[in-house]
């Protein structure tokens, strides 16, 4: 009964580094997203991805990419990590259809730019 | 576009004490209302939901009542316990699928 696993849990990168924020569903879900969350400023919105092979654009996208190859995984890309971007960000999953369908999120990465 | 405003934290209460924290909207259409609560150093878990005017979501002690004329979700107990410190987000989901979250209000109960 794994739901979203994220890994890595905690991460330190200097600036310039480049990394990748792992996340996998196993409850076939559709709809993928990253948000980071910021004290006083709740989440936001990086990337999301409706299916395998379409990703899109949300409130925060810049310095980050996404692929979504499987349905199962969607990871997060940092290019070329910056202070700005020291946050925790969670991978949150749900299905497509219904309006009462709830979001279910990983445990979060906890990323410190230095 | 659409947005949640919740109430600023940090709230400390005493243990038994009864809790409020107010969330309104503002939605293009009918959304469908959620309250989700973070425990210290986890992911985000839902607490309760409501999809329709009126609706009464509840779950483990917390309610909260859709109030479509005053775009609002307050969240309330009762009688709250040292285990029920953590944050709390309220958020709505769009007739365009988006989640949009609150800031989060953080409570801390003391015994």
């Known amino acids: 009964n794994a739901g979203v696993t994220q890994t890595p849990k905690f991460q330190v990168l200097k600036t310039g580094q480049s990394m990748t924020l792992q996340c996998a569903q196993d409850?076939?879900?559709?709809?993928m997203s990253w948000y980071r969350q910021d004290p006083g400023m709740g989440l936001r919105l990086i990337h999301y991805?409706?299916?395998?092979?379409?990703?899109d654009q949300g409130e925060v996208p810049n310095g980050y990419n996404v692929s979504r190859s499987t349905t199962e995984d969607f990871p997060l890309r940092l290019l070329s990590a910056a202070p700005s971007q020291t946050s925790v960000y969670f991978c949150?999953?749900?299905?497509?259809?219904?309006?009462?369908?709830?979001?279910?999120f990983g445990q979060g990465t906890r990323l410190t730019v230095v | 576009g659409d947005s949640v405003t919740q109430m600023e934290g940090p709230v400390t209460l005493s243990e038994e004490a009864f809790l409020t924290i107010n969330c309104t909207y503002t939605?293009?259409?009918?959304?469908?209302l959620f309250w989700y609560v973070q425990y210290p150093g986890e992911g985000l878990q839902l607490l309760l939901k409501?999809?329709?005017?009126?609706d009464k979501g509840s779950n483990k002690g917390f309610e909260a009542t859709y109030r479509k004329e005053t775009t609002s979700f307050h969240l309330e107990k009762g009688s709250v316990q040292v285990s029920d410190s953590a944050v709390y987000f309220c958020?709505?989901?769009?007739?365009?699928?988006?989640?949009?979250f609150g800031t989060g209000t953080s409570l801390t109960v003391i015994p």
């Open positions: 949150a999953s749900r299905t497509t259809g219904g309006r009462n369908t709830e979001a279910f």
């Open positions: 409850m076939n879900h559709e709809y």
């Open positions: 991805s409706v299916g395998a092979g379409i990703t």
């Open positions: 939605a293009t259409g009918y959304p469908s």
């Open positions: 409501a999809t329709k005017a009126d």
């Open positions: 958020a709505l989901r769009g007739p365009g699928n988006q989640f949009y």
